[in-house]
């Protein structure tokens, strides 16, 4: 069991305890980061609490902060100076007065640093063969050191490629079901782990059973490495989501946004995992490094910065990339929306956009759909924002006599006028889209016109007819 005093002991964090010694035997069960100044609603219990005290601005800032801690259960508060005076007395004061032992992080400590290590002394206090394979993973044994290491002792080059590397090592593996694939020039396989997309540990030429042995155990430990870097990565995370509750709730994002540490134009890139709550995972491999994405599930959302240098092909690439490895994904569908790029001021508008372009995804056939919000026509857009009630009573209200007419005499001209305002109010193509003479949907569209009472040869008219056809849609 890792405890505060456990983590007071690892090494390299110099922890210093300002307050609340004699409750430091408490459990630590994860660790949460925030600079929000009322945590509470994302604080869990057992959670050890991590701030750069961004929130502080003077005296008395700090009694509403600690309550929330100590009201969501919150084992301790780990925070390093809000200025060079160090930790404000009135938060030692309040972390004394609400019973939440207060830690000192150095000022020159990395976050990171704080988080990877409190991550892997939580791993590490597992059971079974877990810990046994986290002990023999040293404390800096990244998936960099570990290649270097078994490169060493198999006396072969090792690599690591993701399962959605546009390579044919990945195509190869795929092809042999998704097992250890041998051959003369490369030895293919899993590494350990669940993981919604798989990594291949590649090791160039073919093993003997000794080498062998030493690849099965590299796959694993590289699997632990991969799962501890997730924890750690899913704990930083987290602070995107008061910026998705923010955006649902229309308050104002500024503050959630500037603890994110995103800067400049955005992306919002929402995924769906039909069957499985692998979407966090599969945004994870596919987003650029600094992409924030929300928590696992069947729906998660991320939100990425766009420099510019967003590849105008993303969309194409990730299909090209998922559909190769679709037989080993843990899911029935893949569905990917993204907004356009967007400054902050439109930040709720952009999270509309990836929402409606996540619906046209599951509108089409595909086992992988990835839909830009820019395929998505204006006015669906627009319609989209419209509540459902007020699409069908402006549906009722535009094309009202059409639909009672087709109800009542078995035709179809509503079908008949989509077709002719989608051919730009061309007879000639909607006739032939139609396989119809032109008089007969001539016809047809002048019976149209003088049901609904309107003008359609009209721009305006058109207009407000092809919207109120779209609302039904």
Sequence with gaps: MTTVKTLLALPGLRLRVRAGTALL???????????????????S???????????????GDSEAFVAALAKAGAVALAASGADSDGIPEDLVEACTRHGIPLLEVPTDLSFSVVTERVVLALAAAGEGARKRLLSAATEDASVETLLDRARAEIGLPCWVVPAVAPADLVRRFVAAGGRTLESGDVSVRPVGGRQALPWLLAIGGALTSAQAEIAEELAGLIGLART???EVRAVTDRVLEPLLTALDEGSDPHAALTATGL???????????EGSEAARGILTELLPPGALVGPAGETTWAVAEDDGEWPEDWPATVTASLSTVESLLPCRRVLIGISDRSPVSVLRGAKEVARYALAAAAERPGTIEVVPGGEIGMHRLLLAGAPDELRAALRRRVLGPLLSYDAEQGTDLVHTLRVFLECSGSPTRAARALHVHVNTLRY????????????LTEFTEQLDVYLALSAGS
């Design 444 to 455: 047809r569209i002048g019976r149209a016109s003088e049901l609904l009472g309107a003008d």
């Design 25 to 43: 035997d408490r459990p630590v069960s994860r660790i949460f980061v925030t600079e929000l100044p009322d945590p509470g609603r994302y604080v």
């Design 263 to 273: 800067r400049g134009d955005l992306r919002v890139v929402v995924a769906r995992t």
């Design 45 to 59: 219990a057992g959670e050890l609490v991590l701030s750069g005290l961004l929130w502080w601005r003077g005296p």
């Design 228 to 230: 501890r870097a997730d």
